[in-house]
């Protein structure tokens, strides 16, 4: 069955770096975009970008445009999200899910992986 | 950006009820339109897919409608494993957006 599997929770300073995995089976990995969606403490559902792992295209929300990188490694069937400058409100759960089209809804969803940023 | 707003924003009912949860775009999308349900701790569930198209796997309690700007979710007997909080996504341009969710409690 299809699987998203994250790393674990991580707690990091303010002005930190944090990088997210996400590995998937259960399907082929570089027929399905890989978005990354987050959410703050008492807050709703934030997408921050997608990444096509067959070519590596990716697309970014303005929002986090200059803070965010996604990448993947096709021979392992992961994802990664990379966040830098980490302020307190970066305090949230990291979701990956896989959509077979941007346009399309997200089919199946990790359990994400709970990002701390505090002093 | 395309601003996503459900109503209401919390929802008391109880089992066996009729529930409606509405979704507004402040633009025509469409029918690029997604609901998902999410219990905290588990990951987010897709329900139904480009406004009425019902996810495989998804009780058929659960349907869809509406197409531009207006769009609901309704649930036609609510069960004990649907108290939830529910959220609408469109998919119809970018940066895609989720409406503020609906908590449905007992």
């Known amino acids: 069955q299809v699987q998203l599997v994250h790393s674990g929770a991580e707690v990091k300073k303010p002005g930190a770096s944090v990088m997210v995995s996400c590995k998937a089976s259960g399907y082929i990995f570089t027929d399905y975009y890989i978005h990354w969606v987050r959410q703050a403490p008492g807050q709703g559902l934030e997408w921050m970008g997608w990444i096509k792992p067959n070519g590596g295209d990716t697309n970014y929300a303005q929002k986090f445009q200059d803070r965010v990188t996604l990448t993947r490694d096709t021979s392992i069937s992961t994802a990664y999200m990379n966040l830098s400058g980490l302020k307190s409100d970066d305090t949230a759960v990291y979701f990956c899910s896989r959509s077979y089209d941007p346009s399309l809804g997200f089919d199946h969803w990790g359990k994400g992986t709970l990002v701390t940023v505090s002093s | ?106």
């Open chain 2, 1 to 106: 950006d395309i601003q996503m707003t459900q109503s209401p924003s919390t929802l008391s009912a109880s089992v066996g009820d009729r529930v409606t949860i509405t979704c507004r775009s402040s633009q025509s999308i469409n029918r690029n339109l997604n609901w998902y349900q999410h219990i905290p701790g588990n990951a987010p569930k897709l329900l139904i897919f480009a406004a009425t198209s019902l996810e495989d796997g998804v009780p058929s309690r659960f349907s869809g409608s509406g197409s531009g700007t207006d769009f609901t979710l309704t649930i036609s007997s609510l069960q004990f494993e649907d108290f939830a909080t529910y959220y609408c996504q469109q998919s119809y341009s970018f940066p895609l957006t989720f409406g503020g969710g609906t908590k449905v409690e007992i």
